[in-house]
């Protein structure tokens, strides 16, 4: 799965600048555009869309206004959603990261120190 590793060097950044990254290192057009899947749902659906309702740019755009505090109203204005909407993607973030948290805590270190 996606944390099946060690290091995550791109584990940071938001798909839409992996993507550019691929473009920029001359990776195949036609794997770029192709469809993501995910292994919750067998519909050719990307994991944002399952979870989000959203495609990844725009996701990646609100993820980052909630990561950075934009108010709500002035994001909704820029993105031509209600403040309502924005709010609403929000708690969803909140909610989910809360529910996903276990996923990110690293693994207790078990040496013992005599």
Known sequence: GDGGGDLFPIGKLFKTQVYQIA???GVPKGI???TPTT???SAEQTQEEFFYEFPHDIMDLLWYAYEN???AAEVGEVMDMTA???ERNYRNFRRRSETT???RTPPINDYIFI
């Open 23 to 25: 473009e920029y290192l």
């Open 32 to 34: 770029i555009d192709r």
């Open 39 to 41: 292994d919750t749902y």
């Open 69 to 71: 505090d934009y108010d």
């Open 84 to 86: 309502e909407e924005v």
């Open 101 to 103: 948290e276990y996923l």
